[in-house]
């Protein structure tokens, strides 16, 4: 069973009587396997690609650890990673990882996703750390309700009629990294290009730019394209009036107005997770208000798997973000 603490996975040990006898604490477990009394782990972080850890029981002398391999970034990539806690709207304890190679970054990325019980744990390849990191942003990583970084419960505050908690969770990061006077570029992808997309119909005088992929947008016909039925348990079905009134109150695409920042949006024409329909139709909606977005569309799917594709995608939205914290 995996445990979550304080955003991250410690791996406890116990006796065949349920006692508590080891733990091990690390950031991110992504496998693990054993041979009879030793146990293998994977591992990840925000500077480590893995990590692969031997740990043996000997019950006359107790545990040992040796790593057996370990893949860490190029000390010139290497990023300070800074737990960051705030209080919500409505006195919720907020945190977030705050990625920094700078006191003095260009902008900061605010990213978030805050659904499905999906949990946002320290990794290696979280939303193109790299190349941003290279290029002088500093990067807010956020754990939303919505997700299972506290458990059942604070994936339930995040869903179906309580969908609206996710988006002032990320708003109230958006205000923390204003209050010092930074740049801010909000970025999420599929359910996390429904939050930004909400979130820049919030509050966009607080967005200097927006980052939108392969997104999930209009809220009232979802369900009706590809596999988005599945998506009714945690979004709520819109044909169903005690759902249909509150989704559309958020839905990205039923609320769109002029004066939203410049946003950059991307899809992948084969994408069959997420209509590429709701990005197409969102863009060709919002640029008819006097909206500034840009729309970039990949031959790929919902997820880019080829490397070419990949620096493709990379090359569009790392250029955008530059022309953004050119321009403010």
Not at 41 to 54: G, P
Not at 68 to 85: A, G, P, S
Not at 166 to 172: M, T
Request: glycine share 8%.
């Amino acid at each position: 069973m995996e445990v979550i603490r304080d955003y991250r996975t410690p791996v406890i040990f116990y006796d065949l009587k349920g006692r508590k006898i080891h733990e091990k604490t690390l950031e991110n477990v992504i496998l693990m396997d054993s041979k009879d009394n030793v146990l293998y782990i994977a591992e990840t972080s925000f500077n480590t690609r893995y990590k692969i850890i031997r740990e043996v029981y000997d019950p006359s002398i107790g545990f040992s650890t040796n790593i057996i391999e370990e893949i860490k970034e190029d000390k010139e990539d290497q990023v300070k990673v800074k737990d960051v806690y705030i209080k919500g709207e409505d006195n919720v304890t907020l945190h977030a990882f705050l990625l920094t190679k700078s006191d003095r970054p260009k902008a900061v990325v605010v990213y978030g996703y805050g659904g499905f019980r999906i949990p946002i744990l320290p990794g290696h390849n979280i939303i193109h750390r790299l190349p941003l990191s290279r290029l002088g942003f500093s990067i807010l990583v956020t754990n939303l309700r919505g997700g299972n970084e506290n458990g059942e419960e604070w994936h339930r505050q995040g869903m179906l009629l309580n969908k609206k908690n996710v988006f002032k969770d990320f708003e109230e990061f958006v205000r923390f990294v204003k209050g010092f006077g930074g740049k801010v570029i909000t970025m999420g992808s599929s359910n996390g290009g429904l939050l930004v997309g909400a979130t820049i119909n919030d509050i966009p005088n607080l967005v200097d730019c927006a980052v939108i992929g392969h997104p999930v947008l209009d809220m009232l016909r979802y369900h009706k394209l590809y596999v988005g039925k599945y998506w009714i348990s945690e979004y709520g079905d819109p044909d169903k009036p005690e759902f249909r009134d509150y989704l559309a109150s958020y839905s990205p695409y039923h609320n769109i107005k002029p004066g939203l920042p410049n946003t950059f949006v991307y899809t992948g024409i084969s994408d069959d997770r997420v209509h590429p329909g709701h990005a197409l139709k969102y863009v060709a909606k919002s640029r008819s208000m006097g909206n500034n977005v840009l729309l970039f569309v990949n031959d790929t799917g919902h997820a880019v798997a080829d490397p070419e594709s990949l620096a493709l995608e990379y090359s569009y939205l790392l250029a955008f973000m530059e022309e953004c914290v050119k321009e403010r």
